[in-house]
């Protein structure tokens, strides 16, 4: 174990603890790849890895000197403390402990996580680790090595390159790397571990499914993963990142390779999302396999299925951003009635624009304005151009002659775009910089005492697709802003609101469901004050709530469903060409 400088020159008269406790940066090789290190309580050094990181708002990860110290700033449940000790030693999403004075020593820095209450921490699990925590060191700050959205770095040669002008010292060991590899990140909801990034300790142990032939699922291209089947086994591979990045996509296309020669397997097919842009869906075209193709909610449903060992049809709710839908629209909160073998589409979010389409994603004050247009008019949402700060009067303009227009304003009936548009309205979050910013802010505000009702909405009743309006929701709202209602209260509220819809659509469905069991898929369950309402909800009213627990509810398991479902095609039909 070396440390050198950025210049290559080697360093023998500081340890890496006295580097740390200075304030400096360090690159330190790890099990899976390169770290950027610094002194988590050091707001200075903190400040300058986020900067230099290009990193703007994003919560920091932290490593934790031990358990002790984890309890003097979080508060943990027996399960959580459980899951930090595990083999796995994945993140853990922990709630802090509250700071009691701005002298408090359990003040954090403000850079460390931004707009969020929670903290990510993990134990040292490997002995390099246990050696960075000297006299004067419990917490430091440990994230992925690597210039924000592209590929966690794990050769020397590339460190020293790219992580230069990030760190100043950099920290190495005489053993090679293989495979890149993230850490994992959990956190548990109902008493329950949610993985949220599947990685480090978990891949690439399998998932159980019914046997099938070999295959390969290329996944999704956002949290991207792939899967490949052997006999009744699923195997995912570790999180991959957004496969926008070329960077992040060259790593994928390597580490199909090297994971079909590790378990020595040819797939025989190949299962894609009907995304046409997606770069997965277009480089699982051309391997000259034959192809299926899989709904992205249907995956969803799949996969939650799968990671709790059943093969039934039951109703899916899956609740997240963007997914492609087979009527071409942009489809983010769905009923499924729905299996291994197919699914029929039972209710969904009324649709309504979106400005710009993916800017409105990045610009959540878009979404905002849309929902306002869509439920209260063009002059209504004119005058309320108080509550759509920053935007100018002009560029509101703009927006609606987008909308009225129907320029680049693809139908979304997307949960997240939802929370967006209230996270934006009340100013809690106007613009992103990281993915599911504005609806991770507006859990982390909520009032977590609220026992009241929500917004008001309806259903609207078909005899073949049921529509859930928002509509009702958004005059309440602005009344609570109008009267001063806190913004804790009225996310508080939301979030009740969502989960109310949720519960009374299932209510409304009950008629055609074939059991109790609902399956809670997608990015939106992965907010654990959702869930937990949802959950709890769905007992009272004598469902069966399944969750996961294997792979995450996001796109991270999207590879998995859409595995058992290409699966149970190849198994009752003869696969001959491209298509399903």
Not at 431 to 438: D, I, L, P, R, T
Not at 458 to 466: A, L, T
Request: proline residues 5%; glycine residues 8%; charged residues 25%.
């Amino acid at each position: 174990m070396s440390i050198f400088t950025k210049d290559r020159e080697p360093v023998s008269h500081k340890d890496a603890v006295q580097l740390l406790r200075e304030g400096n940066i360090l690159a330190v090789k790890g099990l899976g790849g390169y770290h950027l290190v610094c002194d988590a309580l050091n707001s200075q050094a903190v400040k300058r890895l986020r900067e230099s990181k290009k990193r703007e708002a994003k919560p920091f990860a932290v490593m934790a000197k031990d358990l002790k110290t984890v309890h003097k700033y979080c508060v943990l449940s027996s399960e959580e403390e459980k899951i930090l000790q595990s083999p796995q030693a994945p993140i853990v999403i922990l709630a802090r402990r509250k700071e009691k004075s701005q002298e408090s020593s359990l003040n954090l820095p403000e850079a460390l996580t931004p707009g969020v209450k929670t903290l990510g921490v993990m134990l040292p699990y490997t002995p390099l680790h246990l050696l960075l925590f000297g006299e004067g060191l419990e917490l430091l700050v440990m994230t992925s090595g690597n210039i924000s959205s592209n590929p966690l770095i794990y050769k020397d040669e590339e460190a020293f390159t790219q992580l230069k002008d990030i760190a100043d010292y950099f920290l190495i060991h005489n053993r090679d790397i293989y495979n890149r590899c993230d850490d994992s990140v959990v956190k548990v909801i109902n008493e329950r571990p949610q993985i949220f990034r599947r990685a480090r300790g978990y891949v690439p142990l399998p998932v159980e499914i019914p046997k099938q032939t070999s295959l390969l699922a290329c996944g999704g291209d956002l949290k991207s993963t792939f899967c490949i089947t052997k006999n009744g086994q699923a195997f995912l591979s570790q999180h991959m990142g957004d496969l926008d990045n070329f960077n992040n996509f060259q790593e994928y296309v390597l580490t199909v390779k090297r994971m079909q020669e590790y378990l020595q397997i040819k797939p025989e097919a190949v299962v894609v999302d009907l995304h046409p842009e997606y770069n997965s869906r277009k480089w699982g075209l051309e391997l000259g396999k034959p192809v299926i193709e899989v709904q992205h909610h249907h995956a969803h449903l799949a996969s939650c299925l799968a990671d709790n060992g059943l093969d039934e049809k039951v109703l899916g709710v899956i609740c997240d951003g963007t997914g492609f839908g087979t009527d071409g629209n942009i489809w983010g909160m769905e009923f499924l009635l729905g299996d291994f073998s197919g699914f029929k589409r039972l209710a969904h979010l009324e649709y309504v624009p979106l400005p710009g389409g993916e800017q409105a994603v990045k610009e959540p004050l878009r979404m905002a304005v849309s929902f306002l247009y869509s439920y209260l008019g063009k002059e209504d949402t004119l005058r309320l151009k108080d509550y759509l700060k920053p935007l100018s009067l002009a560029e509101l303009k703009l927006i609606i002659q987008q909308l009225e227009r129907k320029i680049n304003a693809p139908l979304t009936s997307s949960c997240g775009r939802l929370f967006d548009g209230v996270s934006a309205l009340i100013g809690v979050c106007a613009q992103v910089v990281y993915e599911g910013q504005a609806a991770i802010e507006l859990e982390e505000i909520a009032e977590k005492g609220f026992k009241g009702k929500g917004y008001s909405f309806f259903i609207k009743e078909d005899s073949d697709v049921f529509t859930i309006s928002s509509g009702p929701m958004w005059p309440e709202l602005l009344t609570d802003l109008a009267r001063g209602v806190p913004k804790e209260m009225i996310s508080a509220k939301f979030h009740t609101t969502v989960a109310e819809m949720i519960v009374t659509t299932c209510e409304s469905l009950k008629d055609k469901l074939p059991s109790p069991k609902v399956a809670l898929s997608g990015g939106v369950m992965q907010n654990k004050l959702l869930l937990e309402k949802v959950f709890n909800l769905l007992i009272q009213k004598d469902f069966e709530p399944v969750v996961h627990s294997q792979v995450p509810a996001n796109d991270g398991g999207l590879s998995l469903g859409q595995a058992v479902i290409g699966g149970r095609y190849l198994n009752v039909c003869s696969c001959t060409g491209q298509g399903n």
